[in-house]
Every structure is written in structure tokens, then in C-alpha cells.
């Protein structure tokens, strides 16, 4: 099955500056890559997600990547704001069956 | 974007009693649920895939007759957490996905989570 890694598990920047985590997978087939932000005692928001068809993807501050080649995608978040602050979870899964989480990367983004 | 209740939030039980929760797709139909278990600092854990119509498929380890699920219509899918025990205490989230599209790949919209304390 898939399996799914994501680093770092922490991560503190301060506001303004861009954050980058990054996720393996190990299923090659595996065609579809969402990210999702987690708030403290809420469920997860999807906030971008990329297809195998695609490398990149960007909405505003938002952007992923991936390498299908290398099996690893990434999230970029540029001109962070303390409301970025969160958990975020990567997750990979083959057209979004038994999806698999990463075991999140918690950023906090100082004032 | 499409729009997942789960109820209740928060729920505090005593020891052996059960307990519900309900998960509902608001302004979509899903004919996939997913209910996942998430645990303070860690990531969440798939417990059991919900089909309408049909029975959960439950991922290894999860008891099923200690988790009870259900998923009567389009829209609603519940869990039963069956004499509650304090270790059954945790975040639990579910998540629905579109009926698939054309060419597959409904997205998955979660829930906001119901946090079970057993005592």
C-alpha cells in the first residue's frame, strides 16, 4: 500500500517569509495529491491539490510541486501571515481511493 | 466548496455506555465516507471505509464490532462507538466525496471532527 512521509514536522518562520514542506510517497501509481490545513480542534481544509498530469500548481500565496520521477511533492506558502499557522497534512492516493496522510508538519508563523 | 456536518462536536460518556456520531454531506450527494480517528499531535488514521447501501470496509486492527457504521443514505453516514472505554477517547473526523465525475476523482471534504471523552 501506499506510504506516505512528510517533513519537517515542525516548522517556525517569521511572518513574511515562505515555508516549504515537502512529502514522499512510495506508490507509483498514485495520481492524486491534495494538502490540507488542520486548525486546532477542527477537521482538515482542503487548500490546494495536484494531479499526476500536472508539476505545479499555484493559487495566490499557495503553490505545489511535484516530481512524479522522484515520487515527492511540496507546498510552498510565500509572505506568510500568523493565520497560516496550523497543521498541514500532504496525502497521496490513486483517484482517491485509500487515500494516505502524511504525519503532518506544524508551522507557526512568528508576528 | 461542498459542505460536511458532523455531529456532535464534543461528546463526554461515561464508561460502557455508546455512543453516536453522525456525518452528513450537506449540498452533495456522496456514495463514499471515510471515518478516521486522529489522535492528539498525530495524523489521522483511516478506521473504515462507508459505501451507501452496502457494508463498511474496515482497515486492519479497527474492531468492527466495536465501531459501528452505517451509511443508510446519500447523504448521512453515522458511527457507533460501542461501550465506550477511555481509550476510545480521541479526535474522530469523517470525510465525503463526491460522486465520481466522468473521469473519477471526486474530491474528499472533512468534517469538523467530534472530540469523544470517555471517563
Known amino acids: 500500500g501506499e506510504n506516505v512521509e512528510q517533513h519537517p514536522s515542525t516548522l517556525s518562520v517569521q511572518e513574511g517569509d515562505s515555508a516549504v514542506i515537502k512529502c514522499t510517497y512510495s506508490d507509483s501509481a498514485s495520481n492524486y495529491f491534495p494538502w490540507y490545513k488542520q486548525e486546532l480542534g477542527k477537521g482538515p481544509q482542503l487548500i490546494i491539490d495536484i494531479r499526476s498530469n500536472v508539476g505545479e500548481k499555484k493559487d495566490q500565496r499557495i503553490a505545489v510541486t511535484l516530481n512524479k520521477t522522484a515520487k515527492h511533492f511540496s507546498l510552498h506558502i510565500t509572505e506568510t501571515q500568523p493565520e497560516d499557522s496550523a497543521v498541514y497534512f500532504c496525502?497521496?492516493?490513486?483517484?482517491?481511493?485509500?487515500?494516505?496522510f502524511g504525519a503532518g508538519t506544524r508551522l507557526t508563523v512568528k508576528p | 466548496g461542498a459542505v460536511v456536518s458532523q455531529h456532535p462536536s464534543w461528546v463526554i460518556c461515561k464508561s460502557g455506555t455508546s455512543v453516536k456520531i453522525e456525518c452528513r454531506s450537506l449540498d452533495f450527494q456522496a456514495t463514499t465516507m471515510f471515518w478516521y480517528r486522529q489522535f492528539p499531535k498525530q495524523s489521522l488514521m483511516l478506521m473504515a471505509t462507508?459505501?451507501?447501501?452496502?457494508?463498511?470496509?474496515?482497515e486492519q486492527g479497527v474492531e468492527k464490532d466495536k465501531f459501528l457504521i452505517n451509511h443508510a443514505s446519500l447523504t448521512l453516514s453515522t458511527l457507533t462507538v460501542t461501550s465506550a472505554h477511555p481509550e476510545d477517547s480521541s479526535f474522530y473526523i469523517c470525510?465525503?466525496?463526491?460522486?465520481?465525475?466522468?473521469?473519477?476523482?471526486?474530491?474528499?471534504?472533512f468534517g469538523e471532527g467530534s472530540r469523544l471523552t470517555v471517563l
Open positions: 462507508s459505501n451507501e447501501g452496502s457494508k463498511a470496509t474496515y
Open positions: 470525510s465525503a466525496r463526491l460522486r465520481e465525475l466522468s473521469f473519477d476523482t471526486g474530491e474528499l471534504f
Open positions: 496525502a497521496a492516493s490513486f483517484n482517491n481511493n485509500d487515500m494516505r
